[in-house]
């Protein structure tokens, strides 16, 4: 049985999908009401993430703990963290990504958002491991 509420399966390459604007993604997605915008910002744009993330070599586990500090602070004292994830850059990557979800609201379900957004990102990675062994 098909639903309507389910899209079609992206047909974008890896390269592409890591070639989206995530910040863009962010800064729309995170306040946006359940529609297009949130579905690229976790449809497309988590598996672009998680994408650039992977060929960085970083561990889901270190994403999923950055998803609980933003879920227990809010996403801009995570922001502010001098370093967010181990290696530097991915560090500087996800800053940047938080410094945008930071830009657009300073609300307990914004950073709900931005958290869940971050594991779902973390739970793609793993699955992507998973997958290649």
Known sequence: MEHP???EPSAHTEDE????????????????A????RTSLFGDGAVGAAVLLDRLDTE??????LAEVVRAGGVRPAADLPEPL?????AALVRD????AAS???????????ARWLHAVATIIEVRRRTRR
């Open 5 to 7: 509420e389910q899209s």
């Open 17 to 32: 999908l890591a070639g989206l604007d995530i910040t863009a993604l962010l800064r729309y997605g995170l306040t946006a």
């Open 34 to 37: 359940p529609g297009p915008l």
């Open 60 to 65: 889901p586990r270190s994403v999923a703990y």
């Open 86 to 90: 181990p290696r530097p850059e991915a």
């Open 97 to 100: 990504w938080l410094e945008a």
């Open 104 to 114: 657009v609201s300073q609300e307990p379900a914004t950073d709900d958002t931005a």
